[in-house]
């Protein structure tokens, strides 16, 4: 038999949302009749704009003609949506990028874990806490973690914990990290950064000599003007970031697949030998190697979402679920519980009372509220605590939702 790569080994218990559908699953077959609404996963609900719709259907028909007939699309994406995104993404936040410095790919999640096969295994890296699960996980695979100690962390990772205290903005790493993951807005915790606030991650990775890998999945919620949109907003920062983003929850392409990520040409890396090397060249060697590009019909259908019409029609769903969250943030603050996020962001971080852990409220709210929910704990050691909930469903089971959770849980 082959001898299997034990790093797998090393994550702890399965995946967080593969807990939950266990439990929800469980919880199903015991109660047939209740009807479960899900503010759990980060799914959205809505369907695409039509805009978008309808060019995916016109590249369609040129898929069935010889004349518009396209084989393998570039493994970085077609100059028709880098071009877009660059010019309606950057240029208005007076951010300069080319479109060669934009990677078109199938999703944020996948980004977030292959950028990390361009880096040493010895190299340090530092992840807010609680933190998306893929940022640890992929680590874990890739040997970078060391073992799972018992307080729940691996003893390689620096986390950096967020919680109410600190205002869910962490201490910079009190020691040498190469690699620091951040993501704002933020998930789970709905936290944004400042101006200032970025910056100070932006001048520590300039002094230090570390890299930011920069989760903006969910900038199209920010509504604030002082708040940045992108990490490039900050003087430097092509230099020491990398941004990964997403038209999941902005143009709603969770079933579709499509999302890109920044490696800007000033990005250097280094070799064993101490010699400059550009990230953005070994990304894409990365890319052309395993990753065959979008296909043609999802990236126009992603180009599309820049139109006039396009635009007007995804701020209004972005618009919808921020409806929601405050729906959400509102209600649930009403019962007494201390609610974060939810503003700028479609996640609400909810504080479990005082003698009730994450799982447990979990529980509570699936069993009395029939509503599913994400753990906090799930998120990392400084989640414990904590609850999440998603602004993703439709306006009728967000408010149906909430009106549960008021009259039937007793905290």
């Known amino acids: 038999m082959p001898r299997v790569n034990e790093h797998h080994l090393a994550i702890k218990g399965s995946y967080l949302f593969s807990d939950i559908a266990k439990r929800v699953k469980a919880f199903g077959e015991a109660n047939p009749s209740a009807k479960l609404i899900r503010l759990g996963i980060g799914d959205v609900t809505r369907p695409l704009a039509p ?39 950057y240029a208005p936040r007076g951010v300069n990028l080319t479109p060669e410095e934009i990677f078109i790919s199938d999703g944020g999640k996948t980004d977030s874990a292959n950028i990390g096969e361009i880096f040493a295994p010895e190299c340090v890296i530092a992840v807010v806490d609680p933190v998306y699960p893929v940022y640890v996980d992929s680590n874990v695979m890739a040997g970078r973690a060391g073992r799972a100690t018992e307080n729940g962390r691996y003893e390689r990772i620096v986390y950096l914990p967020a919680t109410a205290e600190n205002g869910f ?47 903006a999945a969910y900038e199209s919620y920010i509504r604030d003007p002082a708040i940045p949109r992108t990490i490039y907003e900050i003087e430097g920062a092509q230099e020491v970031a990398i941004e990964l983003r997403s038209f999941s929850k902005t143009a709603g392409f969770t079933g579709v697949r499509c999302a890109y990520t920044v490696v800007p040409k000033a990005c250097m ?84 009372p005082r003698g009730l852990g994450s799982w447990d409220l979990f529980d509570k709210l699936l069993n009395e509220a029939h509503v599913v929910s994400t753990p906090g704990a799930g998120f990392g050691p400084s989640g414990e605590g904590y609850l999440r909930l998603t602004a993703f469903g439709s306006r009728e089971q967000t408010v ?11 905290l």
């Open 51 to 89: 805009a978008i719709v309808r060019a995916m259907q016109d590249a369609v028909a040129e898929m069935g003609r010889a004349e518009t007939f396209r084989g393998y699309p570039p493994e970085t994406g077609f100059t028709f949506l880098t071009e877009l995104i660059a010019a309606h993404d």
């Open 269 to 352: 890396g280094r070799s064993a030998a101490g010699e400059a090397v550009s990230l953005h060249a070994l990304w894409f060697r990365r890319q052309s190697t395993k990753f065959n590009g979008v296909s043609y019909i999802i990236q126009k259908g992603a180009a599309a979402a820049y139109s006039p019409e396009g635009q007007k029609q995804v701020r209004e769903s972005v618009d919808f679920y921020l409806e929601n969250a405050r729906i959400i943030r509102e209600g649930v603050a009403g019962t007494g519980l201390a609610v974060y996020g939810g503003t700028n962001a479609p996640y609400i971080w909810v504080r479990t």
């Open 400 to 410: 149906e939702a909430v009106e549960r959770i008021k009259t039937r849980i007793r």
């Open 169 to 215: 903005n962490p201490a910079l790493p009190d020691r040498h990290v190469d690699l620091i993951y951040l993501c704002y807005p933020n998930n789970p915790t709905g936290a944004v950064l400042g101006q200032d606030a970025l910056k100070r991650w932006v001048d520590y990775a300039r002094r230090e000599g570390a890299l930011i890998l920069y989760d």
